[in-house]
């Protein structure tokens, strides 16, 4: 497994830095496209959807995200504003609810909108953060931080962990893993302010503000893909990347922190 799992990282770190720092705006979106496109077919197959009804899933959102990239300099500005309050919404009211409940997806049509609600933002995110290559760095810093949040819950959690913090969906999670995260999110945001590295100046209270809001939403992203498995009665979304299970296993919490964050960061500038 550990052999797995290195090997897939050898292979996926370079195809990712490479697209991330030298690939055109129009091969960055196409990228990332897959990547979103891959996680939603393996949502698609947590939620059960048939072979069938998943393909005509994939062609239609990968047809309407095409539609989009090409018209976007003249799309509706208002459509992109309700994305993302809707978005916005989803991470930070119904997806705790979705968790305390404990709900199933018991309606085709309801997870369709729920995949959309999941991959569409992220997709979008990673298109907006990142109009060219000179903006690597900064979606770079905001990756970074999903990274940071998950190695300190981890490590907390493994040396100091008493409390569970959802026993019944990821038993392995703990309440001193997440205080950790969030103490070592703070510093490495402290840090990006006083080197001037982030795209919107606020005042260092407002930043480490959304720093905890942006910690919080990585595990509860974390939380609720470990739902749907549990829920499935799966234990990875997939197996495509060998030794790390599926596209959706990796980018949890990546969809929810960047989502939330192009909402957060169009709410500032406003």
């Not at 950790?180 to 945001?189: D, E, L, P, Q, R």
């Amino acid at each position: 497994m550990l052999k797995q799992r290195i090997l897939t990282a050898l292979v996926l770190l370079p195809l990712m830095i490479g697209m991330l720092f030298w690939a055109d705006s129009s091969l960055w979106a196409a990228f990332s496209g897959l990547i979103a496109l891959l996680a939603l077919w393996e949502y698609a197959r947590i939620i059960h959807m048939s072979p069938l009804q998943n393909t005509f899933y994939l062609l239609i959102t990968a047809s309407i995200g095409i539609l989009f990239y090409l018209q976007q300099p003249t799309f509706s500005t208002i459509l992109l504003q309700v994305i993302q309050i809707t978005s916005l919404l989803f991470w930070l009211l119904v997806v705790p609810l979705w968790l305390k409940y404990k709900w199933k997806i018991k309606s085709k049509f309801v997870g369709t909108i729920i995949g959309w609600v999941l991959m569409v933002p992220f997709w979008l995110a990673l298109v907006n953060l990142r109009p060219d290559a000179n903006s690597a760095w900064a979606l770079l810093a905001i990756m970074a931080l999903v990274w940071i949040a998950d190695i300190a819950a981890y490590c907390c959690g493994r040396t100091m962990g008493k409390h569970k913090l959802a026993p019944t969906i990821s038993p392995n999670k703990s309440w001193e893993g997440a205080i950790g995260a969030v103490v070592f999110v703070a510093i490495y945001t402290f840090i990006l302010q006083q080197q001037h590295w982030l795209p919107v100046a606020l005042p260092l209270w407002q930043t480490l503000l959304i720093a905890l809001i942006l910690t919080i939403v990585s595990i509860v992203g974390d939380l609720l893909e470990s739902w749907l498995k549990r829920a499935a009665g799966i234990k990875d979304s997939s197996q495509l990347l060998p030794g790390h299970g599926g596209v959706f296993d990796r980018v949890d919490s990546m969809i929810s922190v960047l989502s939330v964050y192009v909402a957060l960061h169009w709410l500032a500038l406003l």
